[in-house]
């Protein structure tokens, strides 16, 4: 049986790097036999959280978040692409994630991040944290992709993005088949 797994982009800002990075765990995704479909923070385009009650007492009500709350329910399993934003995660994926609860309790998810100073290990970090408030079950290994100045080119797009993430890919398929179990 095929799982439904998805990823998550948590970063909404322009000129990011995360489109690039998602585009190609999912084609590895693909080569490798599995089905990932991205879950675009940027186009769900979540107003800023602002419940009177968290999720945990109160489901939000609002159309949007009853759409995102299908998005997540349905899934079997669920990657964060997360950038470091000032040592931490971006506030559009922080948002995301207090717009629920229920939805997260015992959802398998695993964690890609990027950055400049340690490839993202500190928004790793503090997800991580978020992720286990909220009951995931987080698998790995986990992702760490650093950039450097020899990942991008004068316009800021990558040079070579099979070389930039190539060393990734085996724990990246690793992380699909522990989010498929």
Not at 74 to 99: C, H, M, Q, W
Not at 168 to 176: H, N, P, S, V
């Amino acid at each position: 049986m095929s799982k439904n797994l998805k990823l998550i982009i948590g970063s909404t800002r322009q000129n990011r790097n995360a489109k690039p990075v998602a585009d190609w765990l999912v084609k590895t995704a693909s080569e490798a036999g599995y089905d990932l479909s991205l879950l675009d923070l940027k186009e769900i385009n979540l107003p800023k959280f602002d419940a009177g009650v968290s999720p945990m007492y109160a489901p939000v009500d609002t159309p949007e978040a009853k759409a995102w709350a299908a998005e997540i329910a349905e899934a079997d399993g669920l990657v964060f692409l997360t950038a470091e934003y000032n040592r931490s995660i971006p506030g559009s994926l922080k948002d995301a994630i207090d717009y629920l609860y229920a939805e997260w309790n015992d959802k398998k998810v695993s964690i890609v991040s990027y950055g400049w100073i340690d490839g993202g290990g500190s928004a790793t970090k503090h997800l991580t944290e978020i992720l286990n408030w909220v009951k995931t079950k987080i698998v790995g290994p986990e992702i760490a992709i650093p950039f450097t100045e020899a990942t991008f080119d004068e316009q800021f797009q990558f040079k070579d993005i099979d070389a930039a993430l190539g060393g990734i890919k085996d724990d990246f398929i690793a992380q699909l088949e522990a989010l498929s179990q």
